[in-house]
Structure formats: C-alpha cells, structure tokens
C-alpha cells in the first residue's frame, strides 16, 4: 500500500528564481491521490507552469503535476517522485556549496550571479564586490536587496554602500556639503575670520585642517570608519558599512 506523504520541495529555477513546491499524498479519497502546489514568484497554487526548469528532474516534476495532479499514484509514479525530489534536493545541496571565484586577474561569474544582478537591477561587478568585501555567502544571495538612488544593498542586517572611486569622492563631496549647510556660515566664521576650502576640497579654518578627502572612508561609513576595498575585473571598488 503506497504510504502518506507531505513534502516541501525548495529550489531555483533556470532564471535562479526560488520556487516552493508542496507535494502531498493522501488518501481522502480511498486512494492515494497526489496533490502538487507551489509558491512562485508572485504566482501561487496551480503555477508550476511557469517555472523554467532547470535539469531533467525537475523538468520531471513539473510533468508530473501536469499529468497526475488530484490523480492516483501507483508505485512508478511514486518511484519517480521520490527519485526527482533526491536529485533536486541534491543539486540544489551542490549548487549552494560552490564558491564565488574572484581574484585579481580575473573572474569567474556564477549565473546565480548574474541573475541576481539582472533582478535587481546592478552591475554583475557591483554586486561582485560586495560578495568579495562582506564574504556573503551564495545562499544569502535571496534576500539581498539593492537601493540605486543611495547605491547601497541591504545584506545580512546589514547595509553597505558599494562605490567606484569616483562614485566615493562625489559622495564624500555631498557629505561635506551637507555638513557646511548643517553648521551654518556664521557658525564656520565663529571659529576665526581665516575660512578657506581649496580645489580639493580640504575646509581650513584658521590655518587648521578641520576636513581633508583623505578622511572620506570616515565619513562615509559611520559603523566603523573604515573603507574596504575589492579589485573586480581590473576595477577597484570601495565599500561602507552604513
């Protein structure tokens, strides 16, 4: 007699999009009846069909659904269920223990990469960096989450702003800026009548350096004052815990 079953299958489909498949076997009906559903995206119940399969089995699964959904399960059915959701859980296991490589002349870009980037809109070498720079690991890629007006990805309770050099003076310009509006002229002018900013942007005051470029990676990450670097594709970046 062909058992109850109650299963919740978890992987990522072609486009590295995650899929919840929920795979039960009852016997309400005086028969063993397979019940398949699944959240998707934003889909929910009967949406298998739009997953993108990625390899054979689950390929498999998804046919299976179509074609014995609410229906009796015999014991082929049931030995190629069982067989699709090991390779799955197998491949899914395999896929998660790859490591990201990335080194100085060059690198290795995982499509789980690049289709992150593509989902949230960023360079595959920005989001490179962060990986490089916060040791993110490849299953924390899911909930990762990028602001494009701040530049900035929410990662593990965390938020690191992620920046060329260039992208890091020009913030690093807007913080002084912000700063001088913040204090007020007259405030500046309080501390001696000897206020000069120089093309660089170094702000004296009486003769005493008060803030200098050289500083940016304390203003720019308040958490530790500290900037990070990463050299991604003969490009460095810089990052900020915010």
Same mark, same amino acid.
């Given at each position: 007699?062909?058992?109850?079953?109650?299963?919740?299958?978890?992987?990522?489909?072609?486009?590295?999009?995650?899929?919840?498949?929920? &795979?039960?076997?009852?016997?309400?009906?005086?028969?063993?009846?397979?019940?398949?559903?699944?959240?998707?995206?934003?889909?929910?119940?009967?949406?298998?069909?739009?997953?993108?399969?990625? #390899?054979?089995?689950?390929?498999?699964?998804?046919?299976?659904? =179509?074609?014995?959904?609410?229906?009796?399960?015999? =014991?082929?059915?049931?030995?190629?269920?069982?067989?699709?959701?090991?390779?799955?859980?197998?491949?899914?296991?395999?896929?998660?223990?790859?490591?990201? #490589? &990335?080194?100085?002349?060059?690198?290795?870009?995982?499509?789980?990469?690049?289709?992150?980037?593509? +989902?949230?809109?960023?360079?595959?070498?920005?989001?490179?960096?962060?990986?490089?720079?916060? +040791?993110?690991? &490849?299953?924390?890629?899911?909930?990762?989450?990028?602001?494009?007006?701040?530049?900035?990805?929410?990662?593990?309770?965390?938020?690191?702003?992620?920046?060329?050099?260039?992208?890091?003076?020009?913030?690093?310009?807007? /913080?002084?800026?912000?700063?001088? +509006?913040?204090?007020?002229?007259?405030?500046?002018?309080?501390?001696?009548?000897? &206020?000069?900013?120089?093309?660089?942007?170094?702000?004296?005051?009486?003769?005493?350096?008060?803030?200098?470029?050289?500083?940016?990676?304390?203003?720019?990450?308040?958490?530790?004052? #500290?900037? /990070?670097?990463?050299?991604? #594709?003969?490009?460095?970046?810089?990052?900020?815990?915010?």
């Amino acid at each position: 007699m062909i058992e109850a079953m109650k299963k919740t299958l978890t992987f990522h489909d072609e486009n590295w999009d995650k899929a919840i498949v929920k &795979i039960e076997i009852t016997h309400r009906n005086w028969y063993p009846e397979l019940t398949m559903s699944a959240e998707f995206k934003w889909h929910g119940w009967q949406c298998l069909d739009y997953i993108v399969p990625d #390899n054979e089995y689950q390929k498999e699964l998804i046919e299976l659904w =179509e074609s014995n959904h609410l229906k009796e399960v015999d =014991e082929w059915i049931l030995i190629t269920l069982e067989h699709c959701i090991s390779f799955i859980e197998s491949i899914e296991d395999d896929t998660y223990s790859d490591p990201i #490589n &990335i080194n100085d002349m060059g690198l290795s870009v995982d499509r789980i990469v690049i289709a992150k980037a593509n +989902d949230l809109s960023v360079e595959v070498d920005r989001l490179l960096a962060l990986i490089d720079i916060t +040791d993110l690991s &490849i299953e924390s890629l899911d909930d990762v989450e990028y602001d494009s007006n701040r530049k900035e990805f929410s990662a593990e309770w965390n938020d690191w702003a992620i920046v060329t050099d260039d992208e890091a003076d020009d913030m690093h310009y807007d /913080y002084v800026e912000n700063l001088i +509006d913040d204090i007020g002229i007259a405030q500046l002018n309080s501390w001696g009548p000897y &206020i000069r900013q120089s093309d660089d942007w170094t702000i004296t005051v009486s003769q005493e350096v008060i803030f200098s470029p050289s500083e940016r990676w304390e203003a720019l990450n308040p958490y530790d004052g #500290n900037e /990070y670097e990463s050299h991604i #594709n003969w490009e460095y970046w810089f990052g900020y815990q915010r």
